[in-house]
């Protein structure tokens, strides 16, 4: 048998990370093969990329548009930055520009992408939440930039009547993540990085559809962090991560743009074939299985539950890895095509690359 893709992304990661391989169904010996080069060509971790190089190098001043639609003039390149949004946080880290931040969302030390990943921005100053931010402690820091979450829109007008240079992110589906990734390249000078980080994601999710092929899609009912009853419409990113990972919403009638109330009358109706509980659930899997209203629902009935992924962050979230919430998802519904080993390649590559560690746990 061939070596997959895998083992020459082994070799190469420390450069580019690319698709896990030109198909996930791991077998023994691709996988003793892959092994083999592991021992002696792993990647090494990097705090932070070099710049671009010149050919995709940034001039300042420079006007871009951000995720409101506003057009916003970045004087010079900037040299310290502030996140208000743990997706921009996140997404600065894979574009290696962590040192330069001084100031980040509030509970940044509950984040253990953030602990294993760059633990000193762990214990910058907080500039609040999309509901509390601290604007006067922002202004305090004067960054060069900052990055906030388009929830914060009405707020922008202080943010700039106090000096501060404001960029907001909304990176609602994978088109909008990659224009979030195109969006702060550009602003911190880190396009080529950005061009990287983009096609790591896609020859991933393409190597997943690849692999899933034309195999039956289930339905698939995503379930919310605080309650069973919650679900995941076709407006929301977790749609996307359904239907990368071949199955079906079994909530695609459901108009909410959030997460949507619903009844055991109305999950038993839709029957889903998969129950997929949040990376945040604060209910288990046994929950779930046991709950005696659901019974007779074909994902209970057949033990189809399951919880995303959450040791190293909410994958079904738009951060830069919630590709790896789509791949985890395609080895549960398909795993005679994606096994769970792709799963964890997929992973092991794209944090080494990005973020500079190997998971100790994929769950």
């Not at 919310?224 to 679900?231: C, F, H, I, P």
């Not at 109706?269 to 129950?275: G, L, N, T």
């Not at 040791?311 to 985890?328: H, K, T």
Request: hydrophobic fraction near 40%; proline fraction near 5%; aromatic fraction near 8%.
């Amino acid at each position: 048998m061939k070596m997959t893709k895998m083992t020459a992304l082994l070799l190469a990661a420390a450069m580019a990370l690319t698709a896990c391989g030109s198909t996930a169904a791991a077998s023994s010996t691709a996988a003793s093969e892959a092994a083999s080069v592991e021992a002696t060509a792993a990647p090494e971790a990097t705090a932070a990329p070099e710049k671009p190089a010149a050919e995709t190098a940034v001039t300042y001043p420079l006007t871009v548009t951000d995720q409101l639609g506003r057009e916003v003039t970045i004087e010079e390149e900037p040299k310290t930055l502030a996140s208000g949004y743990y997706i921009s946080t996140s997404l600065l880290i894979a574009l290696g520009v962590q040192n330069e931040l001084v100031g980040v969302e509030a509970k940044a030390d509950k984040r253990n992408i953030y602990s294993l990943s760059a633990p000193e921005i762990q214990s910058l100053p907080s500039i609040g939440t999309a509901k509390e931010f601290d604007l006067e402690g922002c202004a305090a820091l004067a960054p060069d930039l900052v990055i906030v979450p388009a929830k914060l829109k009405d707020s922008i007008p202080q943010m700039e009547e106090l000096g501060l240079t404001v960029l907001a992110v909304k990176p609602e589906d994978q088109d909008k993540l990659y224009g979030a990734i195109d969006l702060l390249a550009q602003a911190t000078n880190t396009v080529a990085r950005g061009e990287e980080l983009k096609s790591a994601i896609e020859d991933n999710l393409l190597s997943l559809h690849e692999a899933i092929g034309d195999a039956e899609a289930p339905t698939v009912y995503m379930a919310g962090n605080s309650s069973v009853l919650q679900t995941a419409g076709p407006a929301m990113y977790q749609n996307y991560m359904i239907e990368n990972a071949g199955g079906l919403n079994a909530a695609a009638s459901v108009e909410d743009t959030y997460w949507a109330e619903v009844s055991y009358e109305q999950v038993l109706d839709w029957d889903p074939d998969y129950i997929i509980l949040a990376s945040d659930a604060d209910y288990d899997v046994d929950s779930v299985l046991n709950d005696a209203a659901l019974a007779d629902c074909t994902a209970v009935r057949e033990g189809h539950v399951y919880q995303l992924p959450h040791a190293i962050e909410a994958v079904d979230s738009p951060v830069p890895g919630s590709f790896l919430g789509s791949v985890y998802l395609g080895s549960v519904l398909h795993p005679e095509q994606v096994s769970e080993q792709f799963y964890h390649d997929c992973a092991d590559a794209f944090y080494m690359t990005y973020y500079g560690f190997t998971p100790a746990s994929y769950e």
